[in-house]
């Protein structure tokens, strides 16, 4: 399994999926078919959902975790409503409360693991 910096293109040929490295050098991309040959139908997706991942973690997001209660104060939230939080938030928080919720956002993206996958396979998984 080669890891996404290893690549410097994806294409696809029968509806398999070549990767080319660095080197000009083209793989197949095992057990990686997709249903049509267009790029869209390839994606992103997190090796661990990004709902276990923070659920696994919270004794190391105490800052996300605080944040996530100010802004919804016991509300289930949509995107628009966070948005409209934003304001209030950056007005009520210092840099270095700013700064340490930053820190605690780079733990997650550390921990966070994505791989290619043909998007028929990805679609509404939810919280998996």
Do not use: C
Not at 33 to 41: D, E, N, T, Y
Not at 43 to 54: A, E
Not at 57 to 72: A, R, V
Request: proline letters at 2%.
């Amino acid at each position: 399994m080669k890891k996404l910096h290893e690549l410097q293109s994806v294409s696809i040929k029968n509806l398999d999926v070549y990767g080319t490295l660095h080197d000009g050098k083209e793989i197949m991309l095992n057990n990686f078919q997709v249903i049509s040959a267009s790029i869209k139908h390839i994606t992103l997706d997190h090796t661990v959902s990004f709902y276990n991942l923070v659920n696994q973690n919270l004794s190391q997001l105490p800052d996300l975790k605080l944040l996530y209660q100010t802004i919804s104060n016991g509300r289930k939230l949509n995107k628009e409503k966070m948005r409209g939080e934003y304001e209030r938030i950056v007005n009520q928080y210092s840099m270095d409360e700013v700064d340490t919720v930053l820190k605690e956002v780079k733990y997650l993206a550390v921990h966070t693991k994505l791989v290619l996958m043909p998007s028929h396979l990805n679609y509404s998984k939810g919280k998996k």
